[in-house]
């Protein structure tokens, strides 16, 4: 069966501190990766998305990069976390599918503080 | 550009009574949408989509959703809440080439004995 993985599910980071964020995906090859952010009041945003290995788009310039080592696995990470980095973090994985619609698995998410 | 309006940030309802949330989209295509549901500290669970065939869409849980072109409107309805129901409520739509999901900022689901 199709899951995801996503850890740790709390982290508590002083400011300037590094961050990495990991999400592994099993039961599917090749999926598009994605990791969204929800800040405290505020929406869902997508952050980056990876069609492949290697391959990272950035939706939103910020204090966040994102890799992706293997085909299923996508790392969120930090050099300096910023008080304004804390949020609710969210990996996902979708399969396109003609004429869109492709179904999205979520992960259970990491609530990041940082202090 | 695809995008998503959540008309109401909070919905307050007495446990029994129905529900309803609201949601608008632009699309410059066929969309296809979603709602989600967001319980405290958890991760996002696919309440029911809207893929392009039946516009009454019935989802999980007793929910359901129905498309309509003409209004650009995809609201989440439920005849009766429970408490269990309370948590926050998302609605998407698909955007982007690359199948990219595109949230509403939510609306929060308050449910009374």
């Known amino acids: 069966s199709q899951t995801i993985h996503q850890w740790p599910a709390t982290l508590v980071q002083p400011v300037g501190s590094p961050l990495s964020l990991e999400c592994t995906v099993e039961?599917?090859?090749?999926?598009?990766l994605y990791w969204y952010r929800q800040a405290a009041g505020r929406g869902l945003q997508l952050l980056f998305y990876s069609v492949g290995i290697g391959q990272i788009s950035s939706e939103v310039p910020q204090n966040l990069s994102a890799s992706r080592p293997q085909d299923r696995q996508f790392i969120l990470s930090s050099k300096k976390l910023l008080l304004s980095d804390s949020g609710f973090y969210l990996c996902a994985w979708s399969v396109l599918q003609a004429g869109g619609g492709g179904g999205y698995t979520f992960g259970s998410g990491t609530r990041l503080t940082v202090v | 550009a695809q995008s998503v309006t959540q008309l109401d940030s909070h919905v307050s309802v007495s446990e029994g009574t129905p529900v309803l949330l609201r949601c608008n989209y632009s699309?410059?295509?066929?969309?296809?949408l979603f709602w989600y549901v967001q319980h405290p500290n958890k991760g996002l669970q696919l309440l029911l989509k809207?893929?392009?065939?039946?516009?009454l869409v019935k989802g999980i849980n007793g929910f359901e959703a129905e498309f309509k072109k003409s209004e650009t409107s995809f609201h989440l309805t439920k005849p009766s809440a429970h408490m269990s129901d309370a948590a926050e409520y998302f609605c998407?739509?698909?955007?982007?080439?690359?199948?990219?999901?595109?949230f509403g900022k939510g609306t929060k689901l308050s449910v009374k004995p």
């Open positions: 039961g599917t090859s090749n999926p598009n």
């Open positions: 809207y893929t392009s065939a039946a516009t």
């Open positions: 998407v739509v698909t955007g982007g080439s690359q199948g990219n999901l595109i």
């Open positions: 699309s410059s295509y066929s969309p296809s």
